[in-house]
């Protein structure tokens, strides 16, 4: 008589494919951590796709200080990922509402009535939100304006110059971890450097 007692079967321990799980896990998980790059500059390739000579980037140039700006007025650094789609939704709306209208304008619009929103609800405090983003977007838009109406050559290296610029903005809030996402801080350094060294080889 068989006795009822006898052990199920065990599945079968298969270390060595644990083993390569663990490592694929950790060549990976650097990877994932290193999104906003990635995304970056996925996104550079994208925009700089068919790149004519350069100067057409400014608008991003004007959009890379909104959302600084914008995100400063709302005074929620989470709100910089929002902000960043908005930006850009104003540029697509822009070009397929008249093809022949610069949407560098609207955007630069939008920073306007971010500025006044951000003044009505008393966001002056602290300095380095709306009062120097205020500043940093007179600047880089004041660059993106510029080389909209030089010789195309030279507004393109002002636009590649005004990006690395916005980069070196973009490493200083990713250090001190202030007004926008770190996330957001750290796309857009990427973003922006790649577009200007995009922008340096179309012009060569």
Known sequence: MTSSNQPHDQPTQQPGNDR??????????????????????AFAALTAFDLAGGVELATVLAASA??????????????????????????????LVDDRF???????GAGILLLV???????????????????????????ATLALFINPALGGYLVALGLLGHAAWDVYHYRANRVVARSLAEFCLVLDTALA????????
Request: hydrophobic share 55%.
């Open 20 to 41: 390569e799980t663990d490592a694929t896990s950790r060549r990976i998980a650097p990877l994932l951590r290193r999104w906003p790059t990635l995304a970056g500059l």
């Open 66 to 95: 909104v959302v600084y700006l914008g995100t400063a007025a709302l005074g929620r650094p989470g709100a910089a990922w929002p902000m960043f789609f908005a930006t850009f939704a104003i540029i697509a709306v822009a070009k």
């Open 117 to 143: 929103y951000g003044l009505l609800r008393g966001a002056i405090r602290p300095r380095h939100g709306l009062p120097l983003q205020t500043i940093a977007l007179l600047g880089f838009g004041a660059a």
């Open 197 to 204: 060294v995009a922008i340096v080889i179309a012009q060569a």
């Open 102 to 108: 610069e949407p560098t304008w609207a955007v630069l």
